[in-house]
C-alpha cells in the first residue's frame, strides 16, 4: 500500500545509520538515528531531525535508540496485514508520534474500510449506517463551522453568538468613549483650583462646551454646580487670609518743662555778631520703641 511503502522507503534512507547519543561541547546530549555527512551528522528522531557539525561534538555513544526500535517492528509488518499495522499505530501513538501513527491508522482504513478501532481512532464517527468524518458528521447534523472561533454551532447558537460578539464591541466602545470623556472632564476641573476668578470661568466655560457636544444635561450641571462650588469657596478662603507684618514705632515724650542757660560760647558768639547773648534750652525727654507682629486680613485681589 501508499502508505505502508512510505514507511518502508524511510526504512532504506536510515538503514546506515546508527543509534546513538550524541554529547555536545555544551553539554546538550541528542539522541537518535545519526547519518554521517562530510562536515556534519544529521540526527533523526520522529518527525524531528538535527543537522549538527562536527566540530561541536564531543563523542557520540552508541545504543539502542527508538528508530532503531521503529525501524525493526516495520521491517516485519506485512503489507496487508491491518491488524498488525493497527498495532503499529497503537505503539507509536504510546511513543508520542501521533503524525506517524494516524499514517498507520489510514493505511488500515485503506486496506479494511470497516476497521472500527481505526475509524474511531481517526475521529471517524458511524452515522446511519456510514461512517463519516467529524467535519462531515457536524454538516449533516445542521452544524455550522465558525472560523473566527474554530468551533461547530446550531445555527441559531451561531447568531445568538454574533449578537452578542457585536453587543460586546458596542460595550467596550462605550466604554472607551466614557473613559475619554472622563480624563477630559478630569482635566478641566484642574481648571476651577484656583483663586483667579478669570480661570474659573474660563474652566466653566469649556465644561459647558463640552457638556453641548455630547448633549449631556448631566455635564451641564456638573459645569454649573463648580463654579458655584469653587466660587464660594473661593470667596471663604479669601475672608479668612491673613498677612503677617511687622510693627516698628518710636514714642517720644518731654518729661518736664526745658531749662535755659548761657554758655561763654554762646557770649562770644553773639559780641562778634552785635548781638545779646545766646540762651540753649535743653529738654528732658522720655522715648519708648515698639516692635511686633500683626496678622492683617489680605483678601485675594482678584474681585472675591
Known amino acids: 500500500m501508499k502508505i505502508l511503502a512510505c514507511f518502508l522507503s524511510l526504512l532504506v534512507f536510515v538503514a546506515s545509520a546508527a543509534a546513538d547519543d550524541i554529547h555536545l561541547r555544551d553539554g546538550t546530549v ?5 547519518i554521517v555527512e562530510s562536515s556534519r551528522y544529521l540526527v533523526m528522531d520522529r518527525d524531528r531531525s538535527y ?5 561541536k561534538v564531543a563523542k557520540i555513544e552508541k545504543r539502542e535508540s527508538f528508530m532503531e526500535l521503529y525501524d525493526k517492528r516495520l521491517a516485519k509488518l506485512a ?3 491491518a491488524e498488525a499495522i493497527f498495532e503499529f499505530g497503537q505503539w507509536l501513538l504510546e511513543n508520542d508520534w501521533k503524525s506517524r501513527a494516524r499514517r498507520a491508522f489510514e493505511e488500515v482504513v485503506a486496506i479494511d474500510p470497516d476497521h472500527r478501532a481505526a475509524r474511531r481512532a481517526l475521529g471517524f464517527k458511524l452515522y446511519e449506517g456510514e461512517w463519516v468524518s467529524p467535519s462531515e458528521l457536524n454538516k ?5 463551522f465558525d472560523e473566527d472561533t474554530n468551533k461547530w454551532y446550531t445555527r441559531h447558537d451561531l447568531a445568538e453568538l454574533r449578537k452578542r460578539i457585536e453587543s460586546d464591541v458596542k460595550w467596550r466602545d462605550a466604554i472607551k468613549k466614557r473613559r475619554a470623556a472622563n480624563r477630559k472632564i478630569n482635566k478641566i476641573m484642574t481648571g476651577f483650583h484656583t483663586f483667579d476668578s478669570k480661570k474659573r470661568d474660563k474652566a466653566y466655560g469649556e465644561l459647558s462646551k463640552y457638556a ?3 448633549n449631556s444635561p448631566e455635564i451641564r450641571k456638573l459645569a454649573a454646580d463648580a463654579k458655584a462650588y469653587y466660587d464660594a469657596r473661593a470667596r471663604s478662603l479669601c475672608a479668612q487670609m491673613r498677612a503677617r507684618t511687622e510693627i516698628q514705632a518710636t514714642l517720644t515724650r518731654l518729661k518736664k518743662p526745658i531749662e535755659t542757660f548761657e554758655t561763654g560760647l554762646g557770649a562770644a558768639i553773639a559780641l562778634n555778631a552785635g548781638q545779646s547773648p545766646v540762651r540753649i534750652q535743653l529738654p528732658e525727654l ?3 520703641q515698639v516692635q511686633t507682629t500683626a496678622d492683617i486680613p489680605a483678601g485675594c485681589n482678584n474681585g472675591h
Open 140 to 144: 449533516r447534523k445542521g452544524l455550522v
Open 286 to 288: 522720655s522715648i519708648v
Open 79 to 81: 503489507p496487508d496485514d
Open 51 to 55: 543537522a549538527i557539525a562536527k566540530s
Open 30 to 34: 541528542l539522541s537518535g538515528k545519526v
Open 212 to 214: 453641548e457636544q455630547l
